[in-house]
């Protein structure tokens, strides 16, 4: 069974902390991994990821994908309240099924 | 605002009950596509219709069912319900099939559904 596992579940830091959001994967057909921010709306996109080893780099986020480990992560500097959210990963695989994590609830004191 | 719009906001019933959400895609977006969001599964995508037609399918329960009609409008019937269907329920759509890559759909604000 195709899975997704993110960690931690959930992270209080400090503002101006840096954190790293964890996602590893076990699907058959991977074709790319999505990270998203979900405040109390609906998600809203961060980053595609497709290549291994691209940082790819959005202000004080960046993310990167390890293919031959199956993992990911995303990586929030100078962290403010603003940052405080659920962020999810989601796996795409060729069949066009895509698979999300559970989230890791990120909480920034300020 | 993303453009997609949902109805109801909120929905409380009763198992065994059946209700129809509805959602209207942004002007232009062909695509259409469900998502349910509950505590204990996380997001999970349900279904895409593309100009109408079924053309992705995710983990939908077989008491669940969808359509896309002329005007590009979707719905969304669950039937017999269950507690466990308690969740939230997004519609997003993008312009084209190729679009199940999230970065091109825009989400509604979801119906919040309340199985009692």
């Known amino acids: 069974e195709d899975k997704v596992v993110q960690s931690p579940l959930s992270l209080v830091v400090h503002e101006g902390d840096t954190v790293t959001l964890n996602c590893s994967y076990e699907?058959?057909?991977?074709?790319?991994l999505l990270w998203y921010k979900q405040e109390k709306k609906a998600p809203t996109f961060l980053f595609m990821l497709t290549s291994s080893g691209i940082e790819k780099k959005s202000g004080r986020l960046s993310s990167i994908l390890d293919k031959k480990e199956l993992f990911s992560i995303l990586n929030i500097t100078a962290t403010q309240t603003g940052d405080s959210a659920v962020y999810l990963c989601a796996v795409v695989e060729g069949n066009e099924k895509l698979t999300f994590g559970t989230g890791t609830r990120l909480t920034i004191i300020p | 605002d993303s453009g997609v719009t949902q109805t109801p906001k909120h929905l409380i019933t009763a198992t065994g009950q059946r209700v129809t959400l509805r959602c209207s895609p942004r002007?232009?977006?062909?695509?259409v596509y469900w998502y349910q969001q509950s505590l204990d599964q996380g997001l999970q995508f349900l279904i895409q219709?593309?100009?109408?037609?079924?053309?992705a399918k995710g983990n939908i329960l077989e008491r669940f069912s969808a359509q896309q009609f002329p005007d590009l409008h979707s719905e969304l019937n669950l039937s017999s319900l269950e507690l466990g269907d308690s969740a939230l329920y997004f519609c997003?759509?993008?312009?084209?099939?190729?679009?199940?890559?999230?970065?091109?759909?825009?989400f509604g604000p979801g119906t919040r559904l309340l199985v009692l």
């Open positions: 699907v058959t057909n991977f074709r790319s």
């Open positions: 219709y593309y100009n109408g037609e079924e053309r």
């Open positions: 997003a759509s993008s312009v084209d099939p190729a679009g199940l890559v999230m970065e091109t759909q825009y």
């Open positions: 002007s232009g977006d062909l695509s």
